[in-house]
């Protein structure tokens, strides 16, 4: 065995594993359908065993929140509105922050459903525009 010293096999695994052929294998073997239905089995079992469920949730818990606190402090002291419109709907629902994804920075206070479908468009003003078009053109049949 080269590495016989447990941090030195460690250090090697990762250098390797790091390497941009090795990735891209590794990317081609998770892709292929036979081992994509593998793959899920596996995570469904793991994720079956309630520990590993606990360990999942902690972690993602753990980690949401990290992203939250950094995407607070860039947020600033701008406070979320009491029962206020939805600039995009006008409907009066429970607003949610939404961030410029490129840069995240807070733009504004959005209800979930128009900030889910800001997310499906791209957050781009071509592809809104593009939908617009078509509402307005209506469907050719």
Partial sequence: MPHKNKEDRQQYNREYNARPEVKRRRVARNE???NRLKIA??????????CNRVKHDAYSAEHRYEWRDIQRSKLGTTPKPENSRCPICQQ????????????GLFRGWICSLCNSG???????????SRALDYLTQGRVT
Avoid: C, M, S
Avoid at 96 to 101: A, K, N
């Fill in 32 to 34: 292929r359908p036979e």
């Fill in 41 to 50: 089995r596996r995570n469904k079992a793991w994720y079956a065993v309630p």
């Fill in 92 to 103: 009066v629902k429970d607003l949610q922050w939404d961030h410029d994804p490129k840069t």
């Fill in 118 to 128: 800001l997310g499906h468009f791209g957050d781009g003003p071509t592809i809104l």
